[in-house]
T-cell receptor, first 113, second 116 residues
Framework: GNSVTQMEGPVTLSEEAFLTINCTYT??????LFWYVQYPGEGLQLLLK?????DKGSNKGFEATYRKETTSFHLEKGSVQVSDSAVYFC????????????FGKGTKLTVNP | DTGVSQDPRHKITKRGQNVTFRCDPI?????LYWYRQTLGQGPEFLTY????????KSRLLSDRFSAERPKGSFSTLEIQRTEQGDSAMYLC??????????????FGEGSRLTVL
């Protein structure tokens, strides 16, 4: 089945720094790709998604581009805030048509003022 | 929209006891999912329902685990004869079918199980 490899953390940045969290995938076909975020004490929530190659997902200043050439979906933000401190998960369906999502191990981001 | 709710939020039990978790999905969502998350890992799929039908089960779901969604609304996940390796956060999520390939999963806050 499909799989995802995510940059492991933790990552500690100062406010207004540039963020990149790497995610690469192995998949049959071109599945949808997702970034989920888990803020402290809260459930996971979808941050952004891309449903086909070359799509760019964006939300709350975060962006990720679906790159089939490099099988990557790296998460970026130009200027992080303290409120972005959370755990970020890259995910994709386990195989075509499956409802099962496969998640990366997560990257914990801490942003200091 | 009250979100996905899970109960209890925390459960501490002794090895060998049975535990049951409940999930109430968002009301109009007909698909419901259970995941398990251990420390430092991403969520792992356990099972999912469309309405009351359980359509997919992971090999992680041993015969000690059973999930139900009897009326297509709330769901329960029961673990019998708990083992220390069952200690984890059990996550429930829901979504509406027909929301496409990029359909967003809505997660609850999870039920944390500690087996002593």
């Amino acid at each position: 089945g499909n799989s995802v490899t995510q940059m492991e953390g933790p990552v500690t940045l100062s406010e207004e720094a540039f963020l990149t969290i790497n995610c690469t995938y192995t998949a049959t076909g071109y599945p949808s790709l997702f970034w989920y975020v888990q803020y402290p004490g809260e459930g996971l929530q979808l941050l952004l998604k891309a449903t086909k190659a070359d799509d760019k997902g964006s939300n709350k200043g975060f962006e990720a581009t679906y790159r089939k050439e490099t099988t990557s979906f790296h998460l970026e933000k130009g200027s992080v805030q303290v409120s972005d401190s959370a755990v970020y998960f890259c995910a994709l369906p386990s195989q075509g048509g499956s409802e099962k999502l496969v998640f990366g191990k997560g990257t914990k981001l801490t942003v200091n003022p | 929209d009250t979100g996905v709710s899970q109960d209890p939020r925390h459960k501490i039990t002794k090895r060998g006891q049975n535990v049951t978790f409940r999930c109430d999905p968002i009301s109009e969502h007909n698909r419901l999912y259970w995941y398990r998350q251990t420390l430092g890992q991403g969520p792992e799929f356990l099972t999912y329902f469309q309405n009351e039908a359980q359509l997919e089960k992971s090999r992680l779901l041993s015969d000690r685990f059973s999930a139900e969604r009897p009326k297509g609304s709330f769901s329960t996940l029961e673990i019998q004869r708990t083992e220390q390796g069952d200690s984890a956060m059990y996550l429930c999520a829901s979504r509406r079918s027909g929301s496409g390939r990029g359909g967003e999963l809505f997660f609850g806050e999870g039920s944390r199980l500690t087996v002593l």
